[in-house]
């Protein structure tokens, strides 16, 4: 299929498409007008990149994840130690946000109860001072 049927069944536009394929994420045949022509198989491979870029997969682990035409590409252990890996990478980053978040509520909740009448710089300094002693 031509790269305007591939954009238009994968909803991805094309020049996505061409930068997966000049990733050597996917494959395309040129063909003798110039045209690329992709395999009807690219259009499962673009769903399962999309799908792994949503999940935080980065474009060197889909690589690694994706079976590769000139081998059998990873074996299933493999594939699935990859995917525990991305989980725990997850929830690490989820535990960051959660200690963002609270911190941040923190510092709101000590700008919005400054003292009546305390100028906003001298309540800017008492925040501050709270944070570094945090």
Request: aromatic share 4%.
């Amino acid at each position: 299929m031509k790269i305007g049927e591939l954009a238009s069944r994968s909803g991805l536009a094309s020049s996505r498409i061409r930068f997966y394929e000049a990733s050597g994420l996917i494959n395309a045949q040129r063909q003798a007008n110039g045209y690329r022509r992709y395999p009807e198989h690219a259009l499962q491979t673009l769903a399962i990149i999309s799908g792994a870029q949503q999940a935080g997969f980065s474009l060197d682990e889909i690589r690694r994840l994706l079976p590769q035409t000139d081998s059998a590409g990873l074996g299933h252990a493999e594939l699935l130690a990859s995917l525990r890996r991305k989980v725990v990478e997850i929830e690490t980053m989820q535990q960051r946000l959660r200690e963002n978040k609270a911190q941040l509520l923190t510092i709101i909740a000590t700008i919005e109860n400054k003292p009546e009448g305390m100028p906003c710089t001298e309540n800017a300094e008492r925040v501050l001072a709270n944070l570094r002693g945090a």
